[in-house]
């Protein structure tokens, strides 16, 4: 095994590098970065360029939308620039992944919020050091008048603090705050469900039409 | 003499991380075995009957498989997700306050029935006074006096000589209550009132946080005894108390 940084027996010194730097990737362990590594030592020089160039490219062009936060390469983003959507609906997400996740169900059609983290006490993370400030700046400073914020935060403990802390700051200014249902997994069955998911299945309840 | 494969507890999750592609580790209080990082396969998938039962401050009965790295989850069962805690996200923060400190000051391993009574015993007083600091001072103190780091409080930690009204300071990184002759060195030593040195002591005699009678503190004092009381746990932790930032941080909000 390369250890990260040091050259081993049988190993170089480049090599241990982009074993370290590989290893600090999120979901990659010591192991997988060795694995990467060595594949990337024997693909052709070009492939390897191509992935290097990726990863500076990312870093160059790569920016927030200045409207929702979104990770774009121009700003604002292709979907705040877009007339077809409905500009009196913000949607908050946690990560830009959500937003991708909601966009592929092509049942929603407003805006969005990407607030890149939630907060979380246990990390000190408050309301300052995620894109918190931003959204209630733009929410004050609307020029057209928003209808509804769909909180759309995880629920997790922290997704969960996060949306009463914006719920708390948005009440009283007349829009409406809904937050995504949340209840019971397709597939799931009422037995195995635990007592937290039940209660909000309940409270979450919905007419039928 | 071997250790049996399997074992059974009763645990309060502190706190989670994600592991693998749909893992959790989840850093447990137990009320039998102390803090234990245990491994639940597949908690983060929806079809999971594990899903969600490892968010932090739920209180579980499970069993648990011994394994080579990490102990692993083989059945969970919720006995309180502590609802009425997680509210709001500032009592959802002051519970998380008192997880952090637990984790924090347990031990791996290290069984301490009486801590783990407290920090439930807490949980339950966040929920009845939500918005009350007594409970979580409370906490404090018992804290550092379960874990073996109680603060003199009746005596000059340096001298020896029994306080006087008065005439009593407070030093954290001396270990408690000093007279105005003694001033050990390298210590930041605090001017300590009369009325916060009773309410320390106040609530070190107080077992329970049920126990505590309902006091009308002037916030001056407030402010004095959870300085002291931070003070104290800082530094024994030897790190800042990130909750406590994120407390302080949105308070104004
Ligand atoms: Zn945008
Ligand atoms: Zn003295």
């Given at each position: 095994m390369?250890?990260?940084?040091?050259?081993?027996?049988?190993?170089?010194?480049?090599?241990?590098q982009l074993v370290a730097e590989l290893n600090r990737l999120p979901g990659v362990g010591p192991k997988s970065a060795q694995r990467i590594a060595y594949h990337i030592a024997q693909i052709p020089a070009e492939e390897a360029r191509g992935l290097a160039e990726a990863i500076i490219a990312v870093k160059d062009v790569l920016l927030f939308c200045a409207e929702c936060r979104n990770l774009t390469d121009a700003s604002p983003c292709d979907i705040c620039a877009n007339p077809q959507r409905n500009r009196d609906q913000?949607?908050?997400?946690?990560?830009?992944?959500?937003?991708?996740a909601l966009e592929r169900t092509r049942a929603y059609r407003g805006l969005y919020h990407v607030l890149h983290g939630v907060l979380s006490p246990l990390n000190g993370v408050g309301p300052e050091d995620i894109h918190l400030p931003q959204l209630f700046a733009r929410l004050d400073g609307a020029s057209d008048p928003l209808?509804?914020?769909?909180i759309a935060t995880n629920p997790t403990l922290e997704g969960d603090a996060t949306a009463d802390f914006i719920q708390r700051r948005l009440s009283g200014s007349g829009v409406?705050?809904?937050?995504?249902?949340?209840?019971l997994p397709v597939g799931g069955t009422l037995e195995f469900a635990d007592d937290t998911t039940l209660t909000r299945a309940l409270s979450g309840r919905s007419p039928l039409e | 003499m071997t250790q049996p494969r399997t074992y059974r507890a009763v645990g309060l999750t502190l706190r989670k991380r994600l592991a693998?592609?749909?893992?959790?580790i989840a850093t447990m209080l137990t009320r039998e075995h102390g803090k234990l990082d245990v491994l639940a396969r597949g908690a983060r998938r929806l079809t999971s009957k594990l899903m969600g039962h490892f968010e932090p401050l739920t209180l579980l009965r499970v069993a648990v498989a011994r394994g080579r790295a990490l102990?692993?989850?083989s059945e969970a069962e919720v006995i309180t997700a502590f609802q009425s805690v997680k509210t709001g996200y500032q009592t959802t923060a002051r519970a998380l306050y008192v997880a952090e400190l637990v984790d924090g000051f347990s031990a791996e391993s290290n069984a301490n029935p009486a801590l783990f009574d407290l920090t439930l015993q807490t949980l339950n007083a966040i929920a009845e006074q939500p918005m009350s600091d007594l409970p979580l001072r409370h906490f404090d103190l018992r804290l550092l006096d379960l874990s073996g780091f109680l603060p003199e409080l009746y005596c000059c930690i340096d001298c020896g000589a029994e306080l006087e009204p008065e005439r009593h300071r407070y030093a954290a990184g001396a270990g408690g209550t000093l007279c105005p002759?003694?001033?050990p060195p390298d210590t930041l030593i605090r001017p300590l009132s009369l009325p916060a040195l009773k309410v320390l002591r106040l609530l070190h005699r107080t077992a329970q946080p049920a126990g505590l009678p309902s006091l009308n503190i002037p916030a001056a004092v407030q402010n004095e005894v959870h300085s002291a009381l931070s003070a104290t746990l800082q530094y024994w932790l030897d790190r800042p108390v990130q909750?406590?930032?994120?407390?302080?941080?949105?308070?104004?909000?």
């Open positions: 390369i250890t990260p940084g040091q050259p081993t027996p049988g190993s170089t010194r480049s090599l241990g913000i949607c908050v997400v946690e990560d830009p992944r959500d937003l991708v209808q509804e914020v769909i409406t705050i809904t937050h995504l249902a949340r209840g | 693998g592609e749909a893992d959790v102990d692993v989850i002759d003694c001033a909750s406590q930032r994120f407390l302080d941080a949105t308070k104004s909000a």
